[in-house]
């Protein structure tokens, strides 16, 4: 079992806590946002006296399953309000091409070999910045770590990398397990 629930999660200066007075939820704010923890049955949330550090412990030890999560939750919000998550998508193969529609950008085109172009709405806290010229790389910022995964997750799921020529979308440090074809 893990144990990183009773680790401290260090507060950055430019950062500020608020625990609730029950010391059941917290709200996270920082210059990339605002953020709160939905609250957890059995977890407490306790700072010290001068504001630098962040305690999770427990109630009762039946809820220590939940322990490591509710730390990871928080130290997680901490990190996208203070300097915002990154994640990059690279499109591989002939013709894929993806970008952003003029309408403010809020709506991202995908062309990835289907009959028609796939339009997607850009979720509110999501910045997404695709190159210009290439157009085959897709950078999504923002500072909610769950919406954003799920939001790349979504663009990937329209052509995941297949194993035998690489082709689809990927995240950029990802490596492929690549198959031989097969041979007559």
């Not at 630098?52 to 490591?68: A, C, I, P, Q």
């Not at 203070?82 to 991202?108: D, H, I, M, P, W």
């Not at 770590?145 to 194993?163: C, G, T, V």
């Amino acid at each position: 079992m893990s144990y990183i629930g009773r680790l401290p999660i260090k507060i950055p200066e430019e950062v500020s806590v608020l625990v609730a007075k029950d010391n059941k939820s917290v709200t996270v704010k920082g210059p990339h946002g605002e953020l709160s923890v939905v609250e957890i049955s059995g977890i407490t949330y306790n700072t010290d006296p001068e504001e630098t550090m962040l305690h999770v412990s427990l109630e009762d030890k039946k809820y220590k399953r939940f322990w490591g999560l509710a730390r990871t939750l928080v130290a997680n919000n901490i990190i996208g309000v203070s300097r915002q998550f990154t994640l990059k998508l690279e499109l591989v193969g002939v013709g894929y091409r993806a970008e952003l529609l003029k309408e403010e950008n809020r709506v991202l085109e995908l062309q990835l070999g289907f009959s028609h172009n796939i339009l997607l709405d850009i979720p509110e806290g999501i910045t997404v910045e695709c190159d210009p010229k290439k157009k085959i790389s897709i950078v999504l910022i923002g500072n909610n770590k769950d919406l954003l995964s799920q939001f790349a997750a979504k663009i990937r799921s329209f052509r995941p990398p297949e194993p035998y020529k690489g082709k689809g979308i990927k995240f950029v440090n990802e490596s492929i397990r690549r198959k031989e074809g097969k041979k007559k």
